[in-house]
């Protein structure tokens, strides 16, 4: 391949020398030979327009006899050159090295003035040809040249100018001793339409009907169904034409998008698909997004008839169907945020949508050639395209698992030791059944806090409760730093955790005994998230677990039914496998099945009584059955008030015994089970004296 050398063509008519190797010219761009020159106009000396007019100017896409001209034109070259607009000299040469890197790239170099790049890129047809009739090769450079300008600006990240693709154009001479030369560079193989007419005229007769607009069709299962049916048509249709080989890749892909669109197929759901069967470790995703968008862009005029939608409309469908193929969204309704990944990163955990992953739904939506603002993204992610995800709901019913009999909640349970199993067993089903309908029912709370006491150190209590959930829950929904200087925040908790865990309960307890009663019963949650909205309701679904080292963790007498408590004797099991898919089902299936995971009276009093073992000492009831004693069996005893109670011990130690303390006392009394009966308007207690 030769290139034309003249002179004189920066002011006046240029003049033909002679022509020289592209080789040859491009190598001479290294040397001194022109660096006086070029230094001269980069410095904008007194010198430099003298320079311009000594300096020569070359053609690259053909060589010519005498002046230029399309009859004097001696060969076609089959090269596209590209000139960047104006850079930083920084820039222009980060680019250039840039360029270096693509495989088509046959040489590139910094412009004269030093704030520019030039590529030159070879391209033929499919077939290893060029054309070699003037008309024939109008045509084709300048479709070669809206083809390769559109590939390097996705991979520069910057613009060409589009006035410049004449076969006449003249290029002045440089000095770059780093410019890029590669002799074997790959060949851009252009398919023009033409090309694709001689292969596709009968397959396109087969193809049945007219193409479809699919805007007008919901997002939804059938216009899935609908597109998928036309993409294997023409994948059909595309391995007819073209085999996807390694070396003929680019070509089966422009062939599969030629059909596609002529199918009227979204260019997004094109890549979508094509993502799906398409891409090697020698032809990447990006390689195959590239391809169908130059595809598409030759070809946009025959991607159907008009769907009868305006701009706007347009836009709006493109931006979508680009989100739903390059990303997964959904809306936390418990954590009342939307959550975000990559289409292409499924196996990978969702994460909180920030602003950069805005941003970069953005500038992606943009290199894809979709007109948007950063507002249209925003509007668009927080809409009804992103679905509602309940992550309690969806693990237990999506997809639906039945309960295939066997006892799973047991088996957890199994994974404790305790000083009494089969009061754990039953505690914890209860529990457990609770936890999982106030999960799934708006109108349920779990009152009791399943608490694990005793043991030493590193036995796995606090670890345990955390284990009861499934993996994707732990990060978000499991919770063990309860309470913060935050009102609001600790309450917020009660609805988007599943469980509480309290660990040091006993620390908590002596701390704040009310707050901590008050959030075990807490139903409405009101809170207002932002001081410029008004209050919202939350649900509660959270349930609460507590552990200690410490025994005696129960201070009120007058009542302990709402703790669970149970002995821990040795390290729990954590070598377990749990099926939380069919633990939870289970769970579902007892309540389906009315399995009542509240306690009633009876019940609560066979807490009470499990309870006594773990009450903390009271000075008050120490002096009480140092004197008492309850009555047992059909034993007659004595009915006396708190107060006159009270009277006696102080006779008996000198020690008064304050108001507020007989109060307590009476409590006590009826919390403990005591008789007890109302006679001339006071409260009595059937007690024995002890002798």
């Not at 004189?8 to 020289?20: D, S, W, Y």
């Not at 006035?163 to 440089?174: F, P, R, Y």
């Not at 790959?186 to 607009?213: Q, V, Y």
């Not at 006396?640 to 102080?650: C, H, M, T």
Request: glycine share 4%; proline share 3%; hydrophobic share 35%.
């Amino acid at each position: 391949m030769n290139a034309s050398l003249y002179i004189g063509g920066n002011k006046g008519r240029p003049t033909f020398v002679e022509n020289l190797a592209i080789e040859t010219v491009i190598n001479s761009f290294k040397t001194l030979k022109y660096a006086t020159l070029v230094d001269s106009i980069r410095s904008q000396s007194s010198d430099s327009a003298k320079a311009w007019q000594q300096l020569p100017s070359f053609t690259f896409a053909a060589s010519f006899i005498g002046g230029r001209t399309k009859t004097n034109m001696e060969q076609y070259n089959g090269v596209i050159q590209l000139n960047s607009g104006k850079l930083e000299p920084e820039q222009a040469i980060r680019l250039r090295d840039k360029a270096a890197q693509e495989p088509n790239t046959l040489a590139a170099f910094v412009t004269t003035e030093g704030t520019g790049i030039v590529i030159l890129s070879p391209v033929s047809s499919p077939d290893g040809s060029i054309p070699d009739n003037n008309e024939d090769i109008s045509k084709f450079h300048a479709h070669a040249f809206s083809v390769v300008s559109l590939y390097y600006e996705s991979c520069l990240y910057t613009d060409f100018k589009k006035n410049e693709h004449s076969l006449l154009q003249l290029t002045s001479a440089t000095y770059d001793t780093e410019l890029f030369f590669n002799p074997e560079a790959e060949t851009f193989l252009i398919a023009t339409k033409k090309d694709f007419e001689k292969k596709t005229t009968k397959l396109l007769r087969n193809m049945e009907g007219e193409p479809i607009s699919y805007d007008h069709l919901p997002i939804g299962e059938q216009r899935d169904t609908e597109i998928r049916r036309a993409f294997d048509r023409a994948y059909s249709n595309a391995l007819n034409v073209e085999s996807f080989r390694k070396e003929n890749r680019s070509q089966f892909v422009y062939a599969l998008a030629y059909f596609c669109c002529v199918a009227g197929i979204p260019e997004a759901e094109t890549a979508k698909l094509a993502l799906q069967r398409c891409t090697t470790e020698h032809f990447t995703a990006d390689d195959l997004r590239l391809t169908i968008r130059i595809k598409y862009k030759e070809y946009e005029d025959a991607a159907g008839t008009d769907s009868g939608l305006t701009k706007v409309e347009k836009e709006t469908h493109k931006l979508e169907e680009f989100i739903k193929r390059n990303f997964m969204l959904r809306r936390n309704v418990i954590l009342q945020g939307i959550e975000f990944r990559y289409a292409d990163h499924s196996s990978h955990e969702w994460t909180e949508l920030r602003d950069h992953h805005l941003n970069t739904i953005y500038i992606r939506a943009h290199k894809e050639g979709i007109n948007c603002t950063l507002n249209d993204v925003k509007a668009m992610v927080d809409s009804e395209i992103t679905p509602s995800y309940h992550p309690f709901k969806d693990f237990i019913f999506v997809p639906f698992t039945e309960w295939d009999g066997h006892d799973y909640i047991a088996d957890v349970a199994a994974t404790v030791p305790t000083k009494d199993p089969e009061y754990f067993e039953w505690c914890f089903r209860k529990w457990f059944v609770a936890l999982v309908a106030s999960l799934i029912n708006d109108r349920v709370i779990n009152h009791q806090i399943l608490v694990l006491i005793g043991g030493k150190h590193g036995m796995g209590k606090s670890t345990w409760p955390e284990r009861l959930l499934p993996p994707e829950w732990r990060k978000s929904h499991f919770d063990a730093n309860v309470f913060s200087n935050n009102a609001n925040a600790t309450r917020m908790k009660l609805s988007t955790s599943a469980i509480l865990n309290i660990d040091e309960l006993d620390t908590i307890q002596r701390y704040d005994q009310e707050t901590v009663k008050e959030l075990f019963t807490t139903f409405n949650i009101n809170i207002r998230t932002s001081p410029d909205r008004p209050p919202r309701n939350f649900v509660r679904h959270a349930s609460f677990f507590g552990t200690t080292n410490h025994l005696d963790i129960l201070r009120d007498y007058t009542g302990s039914r709402r703790n669970l408590c149970h002995e821990v004797t040795g390290p729990i099991n954590f070598e377990f496998s749990i099926d939380y898919k069919q633990l939870y089902a289970q769970a579902w299936n007892m309540i389906l099945n009315g399995f009542r995971y509240y306690f009633n009276s009876e019940e609560n009093s066979i807490v009470e009584q499990h309870n006594q073992h773990y009450m903390e000492t009271d000075a008050d009831m120490e002096l009480f059955y140092e004197y008492y004693r309850k009555p047992e069996g059909e034993e007659e005893g004595i009915f006396l008030s708190a107060a006159k109670l009270a009277e006696y011990i102080k006779s008996k130690t000198g020690i008064a015994i304050s108001k507020k303390m007989i109060n307590k006392l009476g409590k006590n009394l009826k919390s403990l089970g005591f008789q007890w009966k109302r006679i001339n308007g006071y409260t009595v207690y059937h007690i024995c004296l002890k002798e």
